[in-house]
């Protein structure tokens, strides 16, 4: 039985990490329009650029829209990941942009108007959806498939990647396979072979280093406030991506204090809501009917 992540896991675990988003909006253009622009600012190489069609002059207001991704879309992350496995991934990545907006990690940086590199996008997209398979393989406490995420599915999702990458004289041969060879390497030897270990920690490492770099914690004063509680403490995001990735980082960390399904161990409140759609129970002790069946038919055996 494996169960996957949905929109309500990232609805609640926001809401358990208290009413802390901050209230930053983001813009989305009503047209982007792909493009060969100059990749460095100063010129160089062409690459693909989503560029929006309208400037974010304030005569164009009315081709703009502004919402806050934090609260209006509790789920962002999922939703971005799940690109990766769309088969046109151009019609993918654009309808996403006109639904969502740009990343805002490029030149100019951290801004919802900027040009979006479409190799940047779809390498942000892989990353994402490494980060989620790694993590639903721990969810589910499954060995096997930890073990295939991280060798053969996003071997370029942690720190071996990121490390053969960054070399001076990157070896010719630094490949998926080459450094799937290092992580399992090193999985033996630090991990005592635990895959599951290691993808919770790759996962946790990826999460902590996205959100330090896209995010800020804040402290904003009411206006005139003269008395320490007119303080209040919020996350406020660079790019798109810390909106995101603050999502994931709400949803591990309250992974924590979650009651857990009698039967295959998955945290309660991450489990898919019943079909009906019925509030769900507060003591309630499976995931779902499928994990209720299996633990009264292990009873039965035992
Ligand atoms: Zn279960």
Redesign the pocket.
């Known amino acids: 039985?494996w169960?996957r992540l949905g929109r309500e896991d990232f609805r609640e675990t926001g809401e358990l990490m208290g009413g802390s988003p901050g209230t930053r909006m983001w813009r989305v253009c009503e047209r982007y329009e792909l493009r060969e622009l100059p990749e460095a600012p100063e010129g160089g190489a062409l690459a693909d650029f989503l560029v929006p069609a309208y400037s974010s002059d304030p005569s164009n207001s009315d081709r703009w829209r502004e919402y806050e991704p934090l609260r209006d879309t509790p789920d962002l992350f999922l939703k971005f990941a799940k690109v990766y496995q769309a088969e046109d991934q151009v019609k993918s990545m654009t309808a996403w942009v006109h639904s969502y907006g740009v990343l805002g990690d490029g030149y100019p940086s951290w801004q919802s108007g900027a040009p979006q590199h479409t190799v940047r996008f779809r390498e942000a997209v892989a990353q994402a959806a490494g980060v989620l398979a790694l993590y639903e393989a721990v969810l589910n406490g499954d060995d096997q498939r930890a073990k295939s995420v991280v060798l053969e599915e996003f071997p370029f999702v942690g720190i071996w990647w990121r490390i053969h990458n960054a070399l001076p004289d990157k070896p010719a041969h630094m490949d998926r396979e080459f450094v799937a060879d290092q992580i399992a390497e090193s999985v033996e030897e630090i991990y005592g072979g635990d895959y599951l270990w290691y993808a919770l920690e790759t996962a946790a490492d990826e999460v902590e280093r996205a959100v330090s770099s896209y995010c800020s914690p804040t402290l904003s004063v009411e206006e005139g406030a003269r008395d320490p509680s007119g303080i209040t403490a919020q996350w406020n995001f660079k790019s798109l991506l810390g909106a995101m990735y603050l999502q994931m980082y709400w949803l591990m960390a309250a992974g924590t204090d979650l009651a857990r399904?009698e039967?295959?161990?998955?945290p309660l409140s991450l489990?898919r809501p019943n079909p009906e759609g019925r509030k769900r129970r507060s003591d309630k002790r499976?995931?779902?009917d499928a994990?209720r069946q299996a633990q009264h038919r292990s009873k039965k055996k035992a």
């Open positions: 039985m169960h399904c039967y295959c161990g998955f489990a499976f995931c779902d994990c």
